[in-house]
């Protein structure tokens, strides 16, 4: 096979990768070599990377992507075709005895499948495999002769590597003599040997070694990674020495110098020779097991004490690795499965404006639909105007994109290096994208607004905000339905809503055919149930219909406080805008948002035709006469176990004493008056016992109920 032509790496071939690429391959080939470097050499040379690990396998991915679909742009120096290193001049330089090879990397479970497909075909089905974690440090090559510790390199190019022996003589996990035992491992004892593993730095050490360098004006390390090869590579051991550095073992250079077969027992002979071997490892015979090592390591990733990138899974036995060989730059038998990377880099492919229920103009990134931390992005808000020129991301650039801890996706910035030479700053458009009205930015705000009371969009969101479920939750009533409504005309403002019938919903046209061409319509069934829920939609609490009105700054909380304060949208009304700044939460801006929309003629029509059409606009007064003897008043009751006998959930015999004056609490202390058992109850009937609160059955609990009178505790339980 020839170098750089790996058919491998057609499973590398990634159409997202490909797609996001400018029109042209080489040129975009040729730049993402030169920025890949830049930046290989700001990591391996200078311990400092510029961009994180995430975003710089992205950009190898794609390069790897488009060398595969394009091999007649093949250069044996890309960087695809090396090994991450550096070798510097500081330190002697050392041949590795065998090539160090970086590893191939599997970005999902489909490529680690793929992975396990060729190893299958390899071998006519499975075959034993070693799954390990892949620890983020810096990799290291020890010799021992005679047992002894005589040399430690860096893997540097992968050929050659930098001579580190001082530095890691210090590191105080590593033995500076085999064990005894180790001999018996050995095909040749006289003969040295070459071991290798990874030097780490801990989390807590190397938040540590950064709080200290803060302290003190020096530059920070990025990450363990680059603290711990930079703490190899010092020219004075004594700084190495007080760094803290340690170490796991899972290699030899030459397997033949060992007297066993296997990578499974090479980890226990590791072990046995003094090493530390991380206890991590399992032996997988099925693909299911490989799978379910891999998800566990992701699960378990954030909770050891160092930092893991992925999992290795390598063929278990020396002479299957052999048959299975090496491509220019990494093993076939092995294969690094990596964790969804939380940061890619993909093209920007536009910047729309998206205009909100209030007129807000949002610019939203329309990017290449790219994986990142296991979902597919193809979005992402940009917030303001401010916030693109600040970041400067122009259409046609390629963007670094994340999605941390599952959250909103995110634009970080673009990869300037990469940027298109006709490609111009962003600015928000002159006039609406919906309705073509001039649009304004009032001082002192991030936001561009549409102001035009016909702009369509406005309308769409306000119509959709009003039956969404925080608002007036008229069920079923989504973006496609109210879009057809809008374009037929028959809805323009929320009242609308309350003069649809079920005949005229279910000959709604939704806008496409069936196989025969006729217009495919609501129907009966959706209609029936959409004017049901139109309906219940009618008795909603006034601090939900206040919400869905869409008033500017009057969120979910805002609403519930005027509605406590005025019951009734007359009282509302026809409160000042003093009257409503007083409101507690309220304030200034809210009030004179409130007032302004309330005298609003075009607002005051909705709100009437609300009201002909039986839609509440008032909450009831609690009826006095509904109200229960409060016998319970100034008890405080806590309950525990479950309640079998009433088959009461421990929140509904809540609710029953808490309407008869009593409170609740979650917890027992001595204020607590008594503490309610069900069956199974646990520690809370303990410390009931233990600080001498009275403790009452479920029987006793549901005379309470019954009877409305407040139980006579045994004894002096108040005391
Ligand atoms: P990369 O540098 O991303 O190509 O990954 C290859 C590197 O992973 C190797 O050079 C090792 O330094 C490192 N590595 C970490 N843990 C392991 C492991 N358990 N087995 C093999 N390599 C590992």
Same mark, same amino acid.
């Given at each position: 096979m020839t170098e750089g032509r790996n058919p491998e790496q057609g499973s590398l071939l990634d159409a997202q990768a490909l797609a996001a690429t400018a029109a042209d391959p080489r040129t975009r080939i040729e730049e993402l070599r030169r920025e890949i470097e830049h930046h290989s050499y700001l990591y391996y040379?200078?311990?400092?990377?510029?961009?994180?690990d995430g975003a710089f396998d992205s950009l190898v991915h794609e390069l790897r992507a488009l060398e595969a679909a394009h091999?007649?742009?093949?250069?044996?120096?890309?960087?695809?075709q090396r090994v991450g290193g550096y070798v510097g001049e500081q330190f002697a330089p050392i041949r590795h005895e065998r090539r160090m090879y970086s590893l191939d990397d599997a970005m999902d479970e489909g490529e680690l499948d793929a992975w396990l497909d060729r190893v299958e075909e390899a071998f006519g089905g499975m075959v034993d495999v070693v799954c390990e974690l892949k620890i983020d440090g810096s990799s290291i090559a020890l010799t021992y002769e005679d047992g002894n510790l005589v040399r430690g390199a860096t893997r540097g190019d992968g050929t050659t590597g930098e001579d580190v022996t001082a530095n890691v003589?210090? #590191?105080?996990?590593?033995?500076?003599r085999l064990r005894p035992? @180790?001999?018996?491992?050995? @095909?040749?004892?006289?003969r040295a040997i070459e071991l290798r593993g990874e030097v780490y730095m801990p989390k807590s050490s190397f938040n540590a070694l950064n709080a200290a360098a803060e302290a003190n004006g020096k530059q920070p390390f990025a990450n363990p990674r680059n603290a711990a090869a930079g703490s190899l590579r010092q020219k004075d051991p004594a700084v190495t020495a007080g760094r803290d550095l340690s170490t796991f073992l899972y290699a030899v @250079?030459?397997?033949?110098?060992?007297s066993f077969g296997t990578q499974w027992e090479l980890l226990q002979w590791l072990s046995e020779a003094g090493f530390h071997v991380n206890p991590d490892v399992e032996l997988c015979r099925t693909r299911a097991d490989v799978h379910d090592f891999c998800r566990r390591a992701v699960e378990r990733r954030d909770s050891l004490p160092y930092e893991i990138d992925g999992v290795v899974v390598k063929v278990n036995s020396f002479s299957r690795q052999e048959e299975m060989g090496y491509t220019a730059r990494a093993p076939r038998w092995a294969i690094a499965f990596k964790f969804p990377p939380e940061e890619k880099t993909t093209l920007l492919r536009d910047i729309t404006v998206q205009v909100g229920r209030t007129g807000k103009l949002t610019p939203v990134a329309e990017l290449e639909p790219v994986r990142v931390a296991g979902s597919t992005v193809a979005r992402a808000t940009l917030h303001n105007e401010d916030e693109v020129q600040r970041k400067d991301v122009r259409v046609g650039d390629t963007v670094i994109v994340r999605k941390a801890g599952d959250v909103i996706p995110e634009v970080?910035?673009?990869?300037?290096?990469?940027?298109?030479?006709d490609a111009e700053p962003w600015a928000m458009p @002159?006039?609406?994208?919906?309705?073509g009205s001039p649009v304004i930015r009032e001082e002192g705000e991030a936001d561009y607004r549409?102001?035009?009371?016909?702009c369509p969009a406005q309308a769409l969101e306000r119509l959709l905000h009003w039956a969404s479920r925080g608002a007036?939750?008229?069920?079923?009533?989504?973006e496609e339905i109210v879009s057809r409504l809008v374009e037929a005309g028959? #809805?323009?403002?929320?009242?609308?809503?309350?003069?649809?019938d079920a005949v005229e919903l279910s000959l709604l046209d939704m806008g496409r055919v069936n196989k025969d061409g006729e217009p495919i319509r609501l129907g009966e069934t959706v209609a029936k149930k959409l004017v049901a829920a139109i309906d219940a939609s009618r008795t909603r609490p006034l601090a939900r219909t206040l919400f869905g009105?869409?008033?500017?700054? #009057?969120?979910k909380t805002t609403a519930e406080a005027l509605a406590a304060r005025y019951p009734s949208m007359d009282a509302l009304v026809a409160a000042t805008e003093e009257d409503l700044a007083a409101v507690?939460?309220?304030?200034p801006k809210i009030a004179h948002s409130v007032h302004l929309f309330l005298r609003t003629p075009d607002n005051v029509a909705v709100i009437e035709r609300l009201r002909k059409h039986g839609v509440s606009l008032a909450d009831a007064a609690p009826d006095e006469a509904d109200?229960?003897?409060?016998?319970?008043?100034?008890l405080t009751f806590v309950l525990t176990g479950t309640l079998v006998q009433?088959?009461?959930t421990r929140d509904e015999a809540g609710a029953a004493l808490k309407a008869r004056g009593a409170k609740v609490s979650g917890s027992v202390s001595k204020k607590t008056s008594f503490v309610v058992a069900g069956e199974a109850a646990g520690s809370k009937y303990d410390k009931a016992v233990a600080l001498g609160v009275p403790v009452l059955d479920e029987a006793a609990l549901l005379r309470i109920i019954e009877t409305g009178e407040a139980p006579v505790a045994e004894g002096d339980a108040e005391a």
């Amino acid at each position: 096979m020839t170098e750089g032509r790996n058919p491998e790496q057609g499973s590398l071939l990634d159409a997202q990768a490909l797609a996001a690429t400018a029109a042209d391959p080489r040129t975009r080939i040729e730049e993402l070599r030169r920025e890949i470097e830049h930046h290989s050499y700001l990591y391996y040379a200078k311990d400092a990377p510029a961009i994180s690990d995430g975003a710089f396998d992205s950009l190898v991915h794609e390069l790897r992507a488009l060398e595969a679909a394009h091999p007649e742009f093949y250069d044996p120096n890309s960087p695809t075709q090396r090994v991450g290193g550096y070798v510097g001049e500081q330190f002697a330089p050392i041949r590795h005895e065998r090539r160090m090879y970086s590893l191939d990397d599997a970005m999902d479970e489909g490529e680690l499948d793929a992975w396990l497909d060729r190893v299958e075909e390899a071998f006519g089905g499975m075959v034993d495999v070693v799954c390990e974690l892949k620890i983020d440090g810096s990799s290291i090559a020890l010799t021992y002769e005679d047992g002894n510790l005589v040399r430690g390199a860096t893997r540097g190019d992968g050929t050659t590597g930098e001579d580190v022996t001082a530095n890691v003589r210090t #590191v105080k996990d590593l033995p500076l003599r085999l064990r005894p035992d @180790a001999r018996a491992g050995l @095909a040749d004892p006289t003969r040295a040997i070459e071991l290798r593993g990874e030097v780490y730095m801990p989390k807590s050490s190397f938040n540590a070694l950064n709080a200290a360098a803060e302290a003190n004006g020096k530059q920070p390390f990025a990450n363990p990674r680059n603290a711990a090869a930079g703490s190899l590579r010092q020219k004075d051991p004594a700084v190495t020495a007080g760094r803290d550095l340690s170490t796991f073992l899972y290699a030899v @250079a030459d397997e033949r110098a060992l007297s066993f077969g296997t990578q499974w027992e090479l980890l226990q002979w590791l072990s046995e020779a003094g090493f530390h071997v991380n206890p991590d490892v399992e032996l997988c015979r099925t693909r299911a097991d490989v799978h379910d090592f891999c998800r566990r390591a992701v699960e378990r990733r954030d909770s050891l004490p160092y930092e893991i990138d992925g999992v290795v899974v390598k063929v278990n036995s020396f002479s299957r690795q052999e048959e299975m060989g090496y491509t220019a730059r990494a093993p076939r038998w092995a294969i690094a499965f990596k964790f969804p990377p939380e940061e890619k880099t993909t093209l920007l492919r536009d910047i729309t404006v998206q205009v909100g229920r209030t007129g807000k103009l949002t610019p939203v990134a329309e990017l290449e639909p790219v994986r990142v931390a296991g979902s597919t992005v193809a979005r992402a808000t940009l917030h303001n105007e401010d916030e693109v020129q600040r970041k400067d991301v122009r259409v046609g650039d390629t963007v670094i994109v994340r999605k941390a801890g599952d959250v909103i996706p995110e634009v970080l910035g673009p990869v300037e290096a990469l940027r298109p030479a006709d490609a111009e700053p962003w600015a928000m458009p @002159a006039t609406c994208p919906s309705c073509g009205s001039p649009v304004i930015r009032e001082e002192g705000e991030a936001d561009y607004r549409c102001i035009s009371i016909d702009c369509p969009a406005q309308a769409l969101e306000r119509l959709l905000h009003w039956a969404s479920r925080g608002a007036m939750d008229i069920d079923g009533m989504g973006e496609e339905i109210v879009s057809r409504l809008v374009e037929a005309g028959r #809805v323009t403002d929320v009242a609308d809503y309350y003069t649809l019938d079920a005949v005229e919903l279910s000959l709604l046209d939704m806008g496409r055919v069936n196989k025969d061409g006729e217009p495919i319509r609501l129907g009966e069934t959706v209609a029936k149930k959409l004017v049901a829920a139109i309906d219940a939609s009618r008795t909603r609490p006034l601090a939900r219909t206040l919400f869905g009105l869409g008033m500017r700054h #009057v969120g979910k909380t805002t609403a519930e406080a005027l509605a406590a304060r005025y019951p009734s949208m007359d009282a509302l009304v026809a409160a000042t805008e003093e009257d409503l700044a007083a409101v507690e939460g309220v304030g200034p801006k809210i009030a004179h948002s409130v007032h302004l929309f309330l005298r609003t003629p075009d607002n005051v029509a909705v709100i009437e035709r609300l009201r002909k059409h039986g839609v509440s606009l008032a909450d009831a007064a609690p009826d006095e006469a509904d109200e229960l003897p409060q016998a319970l008043a100034g008890l405080t009751f806590v309950l525990t176990g479950t309640l079998v006998q009433s088959g009461m959930t421990r929140d509904e015999a809540g609710a029953a004493l808490k309407a008869r004056g009593a409170k609740v609490s979650g917890s027992v202390s001595k204020k607590t008056s008594f503490v309610v058992a069900g069956e199974a109850a646990g520690s809370k009937y303990d410390k009931a016992v233990a600080l001498g609160v009275p403790v009452l059955d479920e029987a006793a609990l549901l005379r309470i109920i019954e009877t409305g009178e407040a139980p006579v505790a045994e004894g002096d339980a108040e005391a």
